[in-house]
């Protein structure tokens, strides 16, 4: 199931590594290659949750996020929520899958296709580590983003609404590659911050972990994840 206790120490922190996956083989296969050496250097009690929507319906990564957290406490007291995107494989062995005591950590703060720098100040996208106090605190996230971007500024403004504050990882330290299997986008397009469709203000606290609604389909281990299946 993806699950790893270090075999010769108690580890001090257990972390829940939660991606929301759409039939994204190879980058998969790639962040599995990566991820299960880097944790387990790091010494973490950890498993490795996929969640995944059924259907062919547009993609809705911050409502599949909030299932996995859901079910990722049902089986272990996380210290740790780690959000990650599957594309994305950390550089740096000293950037730790733990959270930060008082605030939510963006732990993507320098990926390889922004150049190493943060595209906006409020960005909260790629990988991110929160306690579960904080995620409830904050109403984890909404449910009613459909199809792709937008969803993180709608989060970072969350945890400000929740009277919290963003503690980012060192530029140095939170180092990301992107994996782009994409040949023909050689050229990039110069990135954009995605609309707002959303009055987050008024909606945070009726649009969250308090009105999320799904079916479990299945949940089946696997040697190097849990995949969870929703409706």
Same mark, same amino acid.
């Given at each position: 199931?993806?699950?790893?206790?270090?075999?010769?120490?108690?580890?001090?922190?257990?972390?829940?590594?939660?991606?929301?996956?759409? +039939?994204?083989?190879?980058?998969?296969?790639?962040? =599995?290659? $990566?991820?299960?050496? #880097?944790?387990?250097?790091?010494? *973490? !009690?950890?498993?490795?949750?996929?969640?995944?929507?059924?259907?062919?319906?547009?993609?809705?990564?911050?409502?599949?996020?909030?299932?996995?957290?859901?079910?990722?406490?049902?089986?272990?007291?996380?210290?740790?929520?780690?959000?990650?995107?599957?594309?994305?494989?950390?550089?740096?062995?000293?950037?730790?899958?733990?959270?930060?005591?008082?605030?939510?950590?963006?732990?993507? +703060?320098?990926?390889?296709?922004?150049?190493?720098? =943060?595209? $906006?100040?409020?960005? #909260?996208?790629?990988?991110?580590? *929160? !306690?579960?106090?904080?995620?409830?605190?904050?109403?984890?996230?909404?449910?009613?983003?459909?199809?792709?971007?937008?969803?993180?500024?709608?989060?970072?403004?969350?945890?400000?609404?929740?009277?919290?504050?963003?503690?980012?990882?060192?530029?140095?330290?939170?180092?990301?590659?992107?994996?782009?299997?994409?040949?023909?986008?050689?050229?990039?397009?110069?990135?954009?911050?995605?609309?707002?469709?959303?009055?987050?203000?008024?909606?945070?606290?009726?649009?969250?972990?308090?009105?999320?609604?799904?079916? *479990?389909?299945?949940?089946?281990?696997?040697?190097?994840?849990?995949?969870?299946?929703?409706?």
């Amino acid at each position: 199931g993806g699950h790893y206790r270090p075999p010769h120490c108690f580890a001090r922190y257990k972390s829940a590594i939660l991606v929301a996956y759409r +039939s994204q083989e190879k980058y998969l296969r790639h962040l =599995l290659y $990566y991820i299960h050496p #880097f944790l387990q250097r790091q010494q *973490l !009690t950890y498993t490795i949750y996929l969640i995944q929507q059924v259907g062919t319906g547009s993609f809705n990564r911050a409502k599949l996020l909030n299932v996995g957290v859901r079910e990722a406490m049902k089986d272990e007291e996380w210290d740790c929520l780690v959000l990650h995107d599957v594309d994305l494989v950390p550089e740096n062995d000293y950037n730790l899958y733990i959270c930060d005591e008082y605030y939510p950590k963006h732990m993507a +703060s320098a990926m390889d296709k922004f150049q190493y720098t =943060l595209p $906006y100040k409020s960005f #909260f996208g790629g990988v991110s580590a *929160l !306690t579960p106090e904080h995620y409830m605190k904050m109403n984890g996230f909404p449910n009613t983003y459909w199809g792709d971007g937008g969803e993180n500024d709608d989060i970072a403004t969350r945890i400000h609404l929740a009277g919290m504050k963003i503690v980012r990882t060192s530029p140095q330290l939170g180092r990301y590659r992107v994996m782009d299997y994409n040949e023909e986008t050689e050229i990039q397009e110069p990135w954009k911050r995605p609309p707002s469709r959303h009055n987050t203000r008024k909606t945070w606290k009726a649009d969250g972990m308090n009105t999320l609604q799904f079916r *479990l389909l299945s949940r089946t281990k696997h040697p190097l994840y849990t995949k969870i299946t929703v409706d």
